[in-house]
T-cell receptor, first 115, second 113 residues
Framework: ETGVTQTPRHLVMGMTNKKSLKCEQHLGHNAMYWYKQSAKKPLELMFVYNFKEQTENNSVPSRFSPECPNSSHLFLHLHTLQPEDSALYLC??????????????FGPGTRLTVT | QKEVEQDPGPLSVPEGAIVSLNCTYSNSAFQYFMWYRQYSRKGPELLMYTYSSGNKEDGRFTAQVDKSSKYISLFIRDSQPSDSATYLCAMSDRGSTLGRLYFGRGTQLTVWP
């Protein structure tokens, strides 16, 4: 595997379900990000981790819970979601969160549909 | 007022045309300017970046930054059907230590043969 991988690629869940999104980066980076991409809206930064420490939580509802066990893996735990949470969830990584942080490498995303 | 404004299009051009994609912004602290390309069912990939004002050329792509007007552009010469994608502009402020990028909505481009 190379670059940034995400699983699953597609997910349909009911509002009462609990599911997790997984991201893995094979680039030796130290920073990882979760973004939400909705149609016709800019990418929304959700969480930032640098060296496994969360450095930003962009006012994300508590029904989204991130976990970063090491610099290569990032999870997004989902529970009691709302239909408006349906979107493409993108994971990204960068060398760190300063300097070269503009060079972020994205995974292919998980297309989430909440029914 | 949104941080970054970008016309979502869609933009449709014939093969070989010169394409101009633009973004405006309001935050004068932005110093790093990027263009990402996103193909259907894929994540964005960094296409070009520039620091501060000026031009940068890479093959058929030219990025321009006019900080006095808070305006950035991406030009694609001799456009190809393989250039069909959504183009996202992104910006970062000087000294940012949080990795925050401010994205535009993206412009959907179709180049038809």
């Amino acid at each position: 595997e190379t670059g940034v991988t995400q699983t699953p690629r597609h997910l349909v869940m009911g509002m009462t379900n609990k599911k997790s999104l997984k991201c893995e980066q094979h680039l030796g980076h130290n920073a990882m990000y979760w973004y939400k991409q909705s149609a016709k809206k800019p990418l929304e930064l959700m969480f930032v981790y640098n060296f496994k420490e969360q450095t930003e939580n962009n006012s994300v509802p508590s029904r989204f819970s991130p976990e970063c066990p090491n610099s290569s893996h990032l999870f997004l735990h989902l529970h009691t979601l709302q239909p408006e949470d349906s979107a493409l969830y993108l994971c990204a990584s960068s060398q760190d969160t300063a300097g070269l942080s503009y060079e972020q490498y994205f995974g292919p995303g998980t297309r989430l549909t909440v029914t | 007022q949104k941080e970054v404004e970008q016309d979502p299009g869609p933009l449709s051009v014939p093969e070989g045309a010169i394409v101009s994609l633009n973004c405006t912004y309001s935050n004068s602290a932005f110093q790093y300017f990027m263009w990402y390309r996103q193909y259907s069912r894929k994540g964005p990939e960094l296409l070009m970046y520039t620091y501060s004002s000026g031009n940068k050329e890479d093959g058929r792509f030219t990025a321009q930054v006019d900080k006095s007007s808070k305006y950035i552009s991406l030009f694609i010469r001799d456009s190809q059907p393989s250039d069909s994608a959504t183009y996202l502009c992104a910006m970062s402020d000087r000294g940012s230590t949080l990795g925050r990028l401010y994205f535009g909505r993206g412009t959907q481009l179709t180049v038809w043969p």
